[in-house]
């Protein structure tokens, strides 16, 4: 493949992922939604052949808040049904489009961002670091791969966690667990635990206000093409991965003064923006069936919190409100499985998500640990291949292999995650299948939260600059190391000579 032409499929070219769409405003939803209508987690679901944005009202939802006060609950839904949609039904079609590509093997899929997105340290330079990480790995894994990669920040609307416990208990202190900036507060306080709703609404304010970084990013010039050796960080610069970055960038540079030589205008949109797209957890019900609308034009609902949802692990039930709630909304889709999930239930879960079976709509994000991945991913595969199912295949390496050290720190340690991005690739090689993307937590901080890696961080350095609220993430020379990591196996699987 010329390298023109790899460079313009590869998605450093610019198409419509945010070119507005028509939409409707008018939804109907029920007038006072609120949490106690949501059915108890030991009751059964109410049976239902119709979907509407209030359907999952009637299934088991689990993993939500308690609102002790309903009013404002319905206060605070009331006015996120009359905000404007944060994105639109062109871009959630844009992006189908290339993941459809991805599950056919033309192409790859980098997600990444932050655990959980906060409102003290939100700021532009945050979201441009970590912006500039995304677009640093998209440049390696595309040049190295010569394949699409299509990017998906973790941004926007990654507010929500779930909790393994309802409630914390420090020093016979019992109060509720700290569940995301959108629903109460880190600080253990009566007060800052309080599930407030209105929170919500700020959650809503912060993300558009992200998008717009975003947008302003990645069509304003600062991803420009020729801009690569910009994107580099400070803290990356002096360490090996930067060394290679730097190497790989001056080989692309080459090749655009080759362009600009034999007439390719280099200066046109196809080299100065990017499509970048937002995904995050459908966990928060209320706030997702709030955003949902429906697209004038084709007449489908779609949630317009995010480009992209997917299910965790922890509600991925078949007869849970989660899956209700996705199941009839247009966005493309992911759902999270671990070694927990049997071959026959993710092929249930697989025909409830995407009963039509399109390809591009329905990602299987898979967490297990390299050991367990080995031995389980090959019969989720085989049942999918078996059934022609069309989806996209992604490595979550970073959340089945969290720790705690002796001081009490929860971290991650690279070796495992490399592991298990490695054994990814391996199983997909034995199945013949396309391993389709890559989900990480990580951030363009110089944060010290996982361990080791080039940036050589142990047990004892994690208290330096341990910034998460949540869990570890890794640091922009982590990510750049994975990066190569992938190109290296892309190149393998395409006969390419290493980088």
């Given at each position: 493949?010329?390298?023109?032409?790899?460079?313009?499929?590869?998605?450093?070219?610019?198409?419509?992922?945010?070119?507005?769409?028509?939409?409707?405003?008018?939804?109907?939803?029920?007038?006072?939604?609120?949490?106690?209508?949501?059915?108890?987690?030991?009751?059964?679901?109410?049976?239902?052949?119709?979907?509407?944005?209030?359907?999952?009202?009637?299934?088991?939802?689990?993993?939500?808040?308690?609102?002790?006060?309903?009013?404002?609950?319905?206060?605070?839904?009331?006015?996120?049904e009359k905000v404007a949609p944060l994105v639109f039904a062109g871009e959630v079609r844009s992006l189908h489009e290339k993941l459809a590509r991805v599950s056919q093997g033309q192409g790859f899929v980098l997600m990444g961002g932050d655990c959980a997105?906060?409102?003290?340290?939100?700021?532009?330079?945050?979201?441009?670091?970590?912006?500039?990480?995304?677009?640093?790995?998209?440049?390696?894994?595309?040049?190295?791969?010569?394949?699409?990669?299509?990017?998906?920040?973790?941004?926007?609307?990654?507010?929500?966690?779930?909790?393994?416990?309802?409630?914390?208990?420090?020093?016979?202190?019992?109060?509720?667990?700290?569940?995301?900036?959108?629903?109460?507060?880190?600080?253990?306080?009566?007060?800052?635990?309080?599930?407030?709703?209105?929170?919500?609404?700020?959650?809503?304010?912060?993300?558009?206000?992200?998008?717009?970084?975003?947008?302003?990013?990645?069509?304003?010039?600062?991803?420009?093409?020729?801009?690569?050796?910009?994107?580099?960080?400070?803290?990356?610069?002096?360490?090996?991965?930067?060394?290679?970055?730097?190497?790989?960038?001056?080989?692309?540079?080459?090749?655009?003064?080759?362009?600009?030589?034999?007439?390719?205008?280099?200066?046109?949109?196809?080299?100065?923006?990017?499509?970048?797209?937002?995904?995050?957890?459908?966990?928060?019900?209320?706030?997702?069936?709030?955003?949902?609308?429906?697209?004038?034009?084709?007449?489908?609902?779609?949630?317009?919190?995010?480009?992209?949802?997917?299910?965790?692990?922890?509600?991925?039930?078949?007869?849970?409100?989660?899956?209700?709630?996705?199941?009839?909304?247009?966005?493309?889709?992911?759902?999270?499985?671990?070694?927990?999930?049997?071959?026959?239930?993710?092929?249930?879960?697989?025909?409830?998500?995407?009963?039509?079976?399109?390809?591009?709509?329905?990602?299987?994000?898979?967490?297990?640990?390299?050991?367990?991945?080995?031995?389980?991913?090959?019969?989720?595969?085989?049942?999918?291949?078996?059934?022609?199912?069309?989806?996209?295949?992604?490595?979550?390496?970073?959340?089945?292999?969290?720790?705690?050290?002796?001081?009490?720190?929860?971290?991650?340690?690279?070796?495992?995650?490399?592991?298990?991005?490695?054994?990814?690739?391996?199983?997909?090689?034995?199945?013949?299948?396309?391993?389709?993307?890559?989900?990480?937590?990580?951030?363009?901080?110089?944060?010290?939260?996982?361990?080791?890696?080039?940036?050589?961080?142990?047990?004892?350095?994690?208290?330096?600059?341990?910034?998460?609220?949540?869990?570890?993430?890794?640091?922009?020379?982590?990510?750049?190391?994975?990066?190569?990591?992938?190109?290296?196996?892309m190149r393998l699987r395409t006969g390419l000579p290493s980088l």
């Open positions: 493949m010329r390298l023109s032409t790899a460079l313009l499929i590869a998605g450093l070219s610019r198409a419509a992922a945010f070119t507005p769409a028509s939409l409707s405003t008018n939804v109907a939803h029920k007038s006072a939604l609120s949490v106690a209508s949501v059915r108890p987690e030991t009751s059964s679901p109410a049976a239902s052949d119709d979907w509407s944005p209030e359907s999952w009202t009637n299934a088991v939802a689990k993993q939500m808040p308690i609102y002790e006060d309903q009013e404002e609950l319905a206060g605070a839904v009331k006015e996120l997105e906060s409102f003290k340290e939100f700021h532009v330079n945050h979201i441009r670091d970590t912006f500039r990480v995304i677009m640093q790995m998209s440049l390696v894994m595309t040049f190295g791969s010569a394949m699409p990669v299509v990017k998906i920040g973790r941004m926007a609307g990654q507010f929500a966690k779930p909790r393994s416990e309802p409630n914390e208990v420090i020093d016979g202190v019992s109060l509720p667990s700290y569940r995301g900036d959108n629903v109460n507060q880190e600080e253990f306080t009566p007060e800052a635990r309080r599930n407030d709703p209105n929170l919500m609404v700020k959650a809503y304010y912060q993300s558009a206000q992200t998008l717009n970084i975003l947008r302003a990013f990645s069509t304003g010039g600062f991803a420009d093409i020729s801009r690569l050796h910009a994107w580099n960080l400070d803290f990356v610069e002096d360490t090996a991965e930067g060394s290679r970055y730097r190497k790989l960038a001056s080989k692309v540079d080459e090749s655009l003064r080759f362009m600009k030589a034999i007439g390719i205008d280099t200066s046109s949109p196809e080299f100065t923006s990017v499509d970048f797209y937002t995904a995050h957890e459908c966990l928060l019900l209320p706030y997702e069936q709030a955003l949902t609308r429906q697209d004038s034009t084709t007449g489908k609902w779609y949630d317009c919190s995010s480009h992209m949802l997917w299910v965790g692990e922890r509600t991925r039930d078949l007869d849970g409100a989660h899956l209700e709630f996705t199941r009839g909304i247009g966005n493309p889709l992911g759902v999270k499985v671990s070694d927990k999930c049997t071959p026959d239930e993710l092929i249930r879960i697989i025909n409830t998500m995407n009963p039509q079976n399109i390809p591009g709509k329905l990602s299987i994000i898979v967490r297990m640990g390299a050991e367990k991945l080995r031995k389980n991913l090959p019969e989720l595969i085989r049942a999918v291949q078996r059934e022609g199912k069309a989806v996209v295949w992604i490595s979550d390496p970073v959340h089945g292999n969290t720790r705690k050290t002796d001081g009490g720190f929860k971290t991650r340690d690279f070796d495992n995650v490399r592991a298990e991005l490695r054994a990814f690739f391996d199983v997909h090689d034995e199945m013949g299948s396309h391993p389709g993307g890559v989900h990480v937590e990580m951030t363009g901080e110089d944060v010290t939260e996982c361990t080791g890696g080039v940036s050589s961080v142990t047990d004892e350095s994690l208290k330096e600059r341990y910034n998460t609220a949540c869990d570890p993430r890794l640091n922009g020379s982590q990510a750049l190391e994975l990066a190569f990591l992938i190109a290296e196996r």
